[in-house]
């Protein structure tokens, strides 16, 4: 036999039918999600060419939950945020390279960060256009076109060389203050330029050329630390800086070399001398910039890091 207790039955019954009724609503013990302000995020150009770099600035100052663990994704590749070198805390900036054979067209940003609720992620978007980007034909040694497999060999592990060190920039900030160009000399030769050496089309510019009489000094565009100083099949005698936040500065062909991997160097210290060694069509400098191994345009660099430091 089942025994009903006759209290709990009758309050069980009150409790259904003023529920009926509309008299009671269901009370949730669920608590909602507290949300958070989303940091202030903003990019430096919403139109730009192929081979340029773009500058994220983003202000998180005052909101009440800290941000952390901030990042942007393109093109499979993510960018660090680090502290404005203009402002105070609470403000970052983020330098991201958009790579010479990207397609023209509407383009999109990851920007991911956390904050107390947890991971948070906006897309930000901007168009890319085709740059004006013309051909330099070049008479050049036929070594330097097509090697022999010593050659090749050589390359390749010099290539792999300098793309890990690339990946592996200084997370600190060793630059201080506006960049500057290497030499006064001409520019003879831009950035994105389509290359043909010999009659066959092989590359494009991924820097600047710079008009330089043989043994012309070339200095440090701005501080950091020497990764690379000696001979590189294509670069001659190269000369390539880590100035920390992603930023690496490279100087090529070379007839001397003033400075040692591994050393500091602070902004306008005597890197070598200009010359004609690797892949010339004679005495030149080359100057170029990398964002995380991604060249950009040395000039719109330049004035893009400038501009930042005015803000």
Do not use: C
Request: aromatic fraction near 10%; avoid cysteine; charged fraction near 20%.
């Amino acid at each position: 036999m089942i025994k009903f207790n006759a209290y709990r039955v009758a309050r069980t019954l009150t409790t259904a039918a003023l529920l009926t009724a509309g008299w009671l609503w269901p009370i949730s013990i669920a608590a909602s999600k507290q949300t958070y302000p989303s940091p202030e995020i903003k990019l430096s150009a919403d139109k730009i060419s192929n081979g340029r770099v773009l500058l994220l600035q983003v202000d998180a100052a005052g909101l009440s939950s800290p941000i952390t663990n901030m990042q942007v994704d393109f093109n499979k590749t993510s960018y660090r945020f680090y502290p404005h070198p203009m402002q105070g805390n609470g403000s970052f900036f983020a330098l991201v390279g958009v790579p010479y054979r990207t397609r023209p067209g509407a383009q999109k940003l990851i920007f991911k960060y956390s904050d107390l609720t947890g991971n948070q992620s906006r897309q930000l978007s901007f168009n890319v256009v085709m740059g004006e980007y013309r051909t330099d034909v070049l008479k050049v040694d036929s070594r330097r076109v097509d090697p022999n497999k010593k050659d090749r060999n050589r390359a390749n592990r010099e290539h792999q060389e300098v793309k890990h060190i690339y990946a592996s920039a200084s997370p600190a900030r060793l630059w201080e203050g506006p960049f500057v160009l290497p030499v006064e000399n001409d520019i003879s030769s831009s950035f994105g330029n389509r290359r043909v050496f010999n009659g066959k089309l092989k590359s494009y510019h991924n820097g600047l050329d710079f008009r330089s009489p043989v043994g012309t000094p070339v200095r440090a565009t701005n501080s950091g630390i020497v990764r690379v100083a000696k001979n590189l099949f294509y670069s001659g005698n190269a000369v390539i800086i880590d100035h920390g936040t992603e930023i690496f500065s490279i100087y090529a062909h070379l007839s001397k070399l003033k400075v040692k991997a591994g050393q500091r160097i602070s902004k306008g210290q005597l890197l070598g001398l200009t010359g004609a060694t690797g892949r010339v069509s004679g005495p030149h400098l080359h100057w170029g910039i990398k964002i995380k191994g991604i060249a950009v345009s040395p000039l719109q660099f330049v004035e893009t890091l400038n501009d930042l430091l005015q803000r």
